[in-house]
């Protein structure tokens, strides 16, 4: 029998409150995402519980048991718990009765099997008891195992319950697949099918879902599959998966970035498509348009930032398809650490106004063509 193991499971705020629904006579498990990041070695995110109680059954129980509860999605059956510091979102085992693509009314069960039939791929199908006693009632460990990302039951309706497990089929894949394996043909084929539900989304469901996969180790390969199954297409128009692979080959020892990324990928409106941020928005807008121009990387190092030199870099050659040029660490350190050496006071009082901000900028770009070498006597005079 497989066992989950290790002190995140042993986390006496994640036992109390399975503790508690279970000697009130309700079985509770984790389940999901952190179930599945256990056994596939991975750090834990979320934790997850179902339980047979109703909501309003398991917020008296914990309350009960001296732990802070929120009704965060009461009418789906999930409250939030908060024991040991720790949040837990506990739902009630629970089936659709009614889903249109983007919302569904459930309807509680006491079915551990019913609740795991409604869940989309079958890696996330995985209950644990408090005791690391594993429960697969849809067989998903053998997928888990093989790295397999497999919708449950039929593609089709699970993709009909919610359109936006399109795009979590292909960030899942991004993260958990056996890259060598290529995605599920079955799935595959059911979301090039389904692709204009993707329209009926919400852009702010959309962008973070793409976020989300552009931030996975490598998912060239996953957002190269979303552009031949015409999934790409309905979510940033006019993006170019080609230069995605060569980016993530380039960005060895570099920490994965999904804005970095998304520049590369192109699509003029991705601001508004994926409803970024104001922040990721000018971050996007300025390394497009330093990739796009022919600024020494010394000097966007000086201007922007030692990583922003770096990231307009990467960008740049896998753009252009060539390699990172020689010296670039030096170059992007030599920018980074310089200090222009005139100031305007230097200037004053024979230049004022506009004609003192042109002979500034006249000044500095004599420094910069210089490698940063020239100082302020030779400048000035």
């Known amino acids: 029998m497989t066992r989950l193991s290790g002190p995140w499971l042993k986390h006496p705020g994640t036992q109390g409150v ?13 389940v999901g995402g952190c179930v599945r990041d256990a056994l596939m070695g991975r ?22 048991a001296g732990l802070k509860v929120i009704p965060t999605g009461i009418d789906h059956g999930t409250v939030t718990v908060i024991a040991g ?7 009630t085992f629970r089936r659709d009765v009614e889903t249109d693509g983007r919302h569904a009314v459930v309807a509680f069960t006491d079915a551990m099997a019913e609740d795991a039939s409604r869940r989309d791929f079958t890696m996330n199908a995985l209950y644990a008891t408090r005791e690391g006693t ?5 067989d998903g460990l053998p997928d888990l195992r093989a790295r397999r990302v497999r919708f449950i039951g039929e593609p089709a309706q699970r993709i009909a319950e919610d359109h936006l497990r399109i795009l979590r089929f292909f960030r899942f894949h991004a993260w958990f697949a056996e890259p060598s394996e290529g995605l599920d043909p079955e799935g595959l084929a059911a979301c090039a099918a389904a692709a204009d539900g993707i329209d009926a989304l919400s852009r702010e469901r959309i962008g973070a879902e793409m976020l989300k996969l552009l931030a996975a180790p490598d998912p060239a390969p996953a957002v190269a599959a979303m552009a031949q199954a015409g999934i ?8 170019d998966p ?7 080959h380039l960005e060895a020892g570099t920490a994965p970035d999904p804005i970095r990324r998304l520049a590369a990928l192109g699509g003029g409106d991705a601001p508004e498509r994926l409803r970024l941020s104001r922040q990721q928005t000018t971050r996007l807008a300025l390394l497009c348009d330093l990739a796009g121009n022919v600024t020494s990387a010394a ?10 030199a770096r990231d307009a870099a990467l960008l740049r050659a896998a753009l252009l398809e060539q390699p990172l040029p020689e010296g670039l660490d030096t170059d992007i350190a030599t920018g980074a650490a310089a200090t222009f050496p005139v100031k ?30 020239l100082g302020r006597d030779e400048l000035l005079n």
């Open 299 to 308: 000097e966007m190092a000086w201007r922007h930032g030692a990583d922003t």
């Open 85 to 91: 510091g720790v949040p837990h979102e506990v739902t």
């Open 232 to 239: 790409l297409s309905h979510v940033l128009p006019g993006a």
């Open 18 to 30: 399975l503790r508690a629904l279970e000697e009130a006579g309700h079985p509770a498990y984790l």
């Open 134 to 138: 594993l429960h697969d009632p849809l």
């Open 43 to 64: 750090p834990i995110g979320d934790l997850d519980i179902a339980t047979a109680a109703r909501p309003e059954r398991t917020t008296e129980i914990c309350e009960a």
């Open 344 to 373: 305007a006071q230097d200037l004053m009082p024979a230049y004022q106004g506009k004609a003192l901000g042109d002979r500034l900028r006249t000044l500095e770009a004599r420094w910069i063509a210089s490698g940063f070498r």
């Open 242 to 248: 080609k230069p995605l692979a060569p980016l993530v």
